[in-house]
């Protein structure tokens, strides 16, 4: 069992920065595909971002791409997302969730374990 904790949401500004953080139980922690979810209201969860076990590399969702980074501190079962340039649309529970077989994937069916999720919401 694989138990994620993600913190740092908040409310903030169009235009602003953020970062979370999601830490993992465990010490297999760096052999996991990991990835960011996040879900608006009214709408499906989707895919935000991955990363591989070692960080090398990653994936990202056309809508974030070239204002969010994906990493990772294998040494602190850490998983991160920094958040630059936020805009309203990105207001959204963020979820990290865990991959402990393959490379990385976007799909939500892809993932085993789920955190429970931190609020951001941008204001315009």
């Known amino acids: 069992q694989v138990h994620l904790a993600e913190s740092g949401g908040g409310l903030l500004q169009a235009g602003g920065s953020l970062g979370l953080s999601c830490v993992a139980s465990?010490?297999?922690?760096?052999?996991?595909?990991m990835g960011w979810f996040r879900q608006a209201p009214g709408k499906e969860r989707e895919f935000v971002a991955a990363?591989?076990?070692?960080?090398?590399?990653?994936y990202y969702a056309d809508s974030v791409k070239g204002r969010f980074t994906i990493s990772r501190d294998n040494a602190k079962n850490t998983v991160y997302l920094q958040m630059d340039s936020l805009k309203p649309e990105d207001t959204a529970v963020y979820y990290c969730?865990?991959?402990?077989?393959?490379?990385?994937?976007?799909?939500?069916?892809?993932?085993?374990?789920w955190g429970q999720g931190t609020q951001v919401t941008v204001s315009s």
């Open positions: 465990g010490r297999t922690f760096s052999s996991y595909a």
């Open positions: 990363i591989n076990w070692s960080g090398a590399n990653t």
């Open positions: 969730a865990a991959r402990v077989y393959g490379s990385i994937r976007s799909g939500n069916r892809d993932y085993d374990y």
